[in-house]
């Protein structure tokens, strides 16, 4: 009997210890470890939108609508409908009930009408264009109308963009809408600790209002600026994901039975283009020229070690009406004779000088080294200025101090009118660095702004994009791509707006 009670006993402990054991591992992988490439700058939902903070912002706020990226379909997320009035001057939109701000109040009409009041006022004042909110009003608790200034097609894919978030206008106002001091959106996750330049941390909202999510009830993003150690982060084990993932990583993380690599085009082309307020390239013949000397194929083989893929039109061909694919790109094919006679034609028989802004990525700096040799041939001699992006967006945006450039071009939104505004003359958003203008350009963009027939605006955005071509306002380089390296037990990434995953699917195995 004593001997019966031992082995009793004996297998108990066994028990137990394997309880605690998948206890333990469990517990270990309720911690999401991301290998990001930059730190946060700020917790403002509408304030620095640069792909790395939306990254993290997009699991703490949300939107009225969500884009299916696959199918570009927008769906219901905070609201459960919406509905156009008959003359398209009015937007209704019903609220799902019972979603929770992280500061424990339900989300109302009147939470929805702040936010967006906020947002006119924001860095970010695009995602309320068109809105006449002195006009819009409460309905009652879950129903509110959008008035607008004229129609405008792109108020639904605003609603969907991440800068548009909705919050608490009780806890906006508690902490006089400083956004360091406040958790008041309504996302699977909440802020944690931040610690500047080392880590951001989020935990698990856990009256988010979809049942279920999020899975993982942790999230740390882990700063690692240098390209190369990323991926080496999620080989040794010190994080579960990681973004931004070099070309030159994928042959080994492809290797690497452990791991899995995620890829996927954008609907993002970097693109050259040139100040065109000034001369030469306000001439139409230098424009064609240069774009006559870009070997679009055989930069990218230099330059994107796999990644991407040629650029084949002004946007990507995933972008609804989009014309890539279906015309002749590029126009201009690489031709340096036919260059040289264009600048002979344009009065610059020798060439001229002129510098090259690239940032500080390192792709666009190899493209402008490829670009610059073949440019050098035609008597084209550039000067590479590789500068950080604070002060390069100040000698563009601001001071216009450039000749050609280089920069991404994307229907951010998911609507085509957002990339569409590269190249209208009275963009006020920074979007129109080049600074062309076309009256015939500009009244296609606002004549497709407000139609409300899809086919016919289909054939007004066909247009666009083809006047964009012909006048050589931007030479669009190669389409980016996200990679992203995880360990194979992390299941269900999906990705999201603005390149963002959406880790409140994630759980691992």
């Not at 001439?283 to 006559?292: C, E, G, T, Y």
């Not at 040629?310 to 279906?326: E, R």
Request: charge should be negative.
């Amino acid at each position: 009997m004593k001997k019966l009670m031992r082995l009793l006993a004996c297998a108990m402990c066994i028990l137990t210890l394997f309880v605690m054991t998948e206890n333990v591992v469990t517990a270990a992988k309720d911690t999401l470890i991301i290998a990001h490439k930059q730190d946060m700058v700020d917790k403002n939902p509408a304030g620095n939108t640069t792909n790395a903070t939306i990254k993290i912002k997009a699991q703490v706020y949300e939107t009225l609508i969500e884009r299916n990226t696959d199918t570009n379909e927008y769906l219901p997320l905070l609201a459960e409908s919406w509905e156009w009035s008959d003359d398209y001057m009015a937007l209704t939109v019903k609220l799902k009930k019972g979603v929770m701000t992280h500061n424990g109040e339900e989300l109302k009409a009147s939470d929805c009408l702040f936010s967006l009041r906020v947002l006119r006022n924001s860095a970010n004042s695009n995602v309320t264009d068109k809105m006449d909110l002195e006009k819009s009003y409460v309905v009652d608790d879950y129903t509110f109308v959008i008035a607008l200034e004229e129609p405008y097609m792109p108020v639904i894919a605003n609603l969907s963009f991440p800068p548009c978030a909705m919050f608490s206008q009780k806890g906006y106002e508690e902490h006089n809408g400083d956004w360091s001091k406040m958790d008041i959106g309504t996302g699977p996750y909440m802020w944690g600790e931040w610690v500047q330049g080392d880590y951001v941390e989020l935990v698990a909202f856990d009256k988010y209002h979809v049942e279920g999510q999020p899975k993982i009830k942790r999230v740390i993003f882990k700063v690692i600026g240098e390209d190369s150690n990323r991926y080496i982060e999620v080989e040794t084990g010190g994080a579960d994901m990681a973004y931004d993932v070099p070309g030159t990583d994928i042959p080994a993380a492809e290797a690497n039975p452990d791991v899995v690599v995620f890829r996927e085009l954008t609907n993002d082309n970097a693109y050259l283009s040139f100040n065109q307020r000034k001369a030469p390239f306000n001439d139409l013949r230098v424009r064609q020229a240069i774009a006559h000397c870009l070997d679009i194929d055989g930069a990218w083989k230099v330059a994107m070690n796999g990644v991407g893929r040629p650029a084949i039109g002004i946007v990507p061909d995933n972008v609804k009406d989009s014309i890539a694919g279906k015309v002749k790109y590029p126009m201009y094919e690489y031709n340096l004779e036919k260059a040289k006679q264009l600048l002979a034609e344009a009065g610059y028989p020798n060439g001229f000088d002129c510098t090259y802004h690239t940032g500080d990525n390192s792709v666009r700096i190899t493209y402008a080294e490829f670009f610059s040799n073949a440019l050098k041939q035609v008597g084209i001699n550039c000067k590479i200025i590789s500068l950080d992006g604070a002060t390069n967006n100040q000698a563009l945006k601001v001071e216009k101090a450039f000749d050609i450039y280089t920069w991404g071009i994307a229907a951010t939104n998911g609507d085509i009118d957002f990339a569409n505004r590269f190249f209208w003359s009275k963009d006020n958003s920074q979007r129109n660095i080049m600074g062309y203008s076309n009256p015939e350009m500009d009244a296609l963009i606002e004549a497709a702004a407000v139609e409300p027939d899809p086919v016919k605006r289909s054939e007004l955005n066909a247009k666009i994009q083809m006047l964009a071509i012909e006048d050589v306002a931007i030479i669009p380089i190669y389409q980016q791509e996200d990679v992203f390296v995880h360990v194979k037990e992390l299941k269900g990434l999906r990705m999201g707006s603005y390149q963002s995953p959406l880790l409140k699917y994630c759980y691992f195995e």
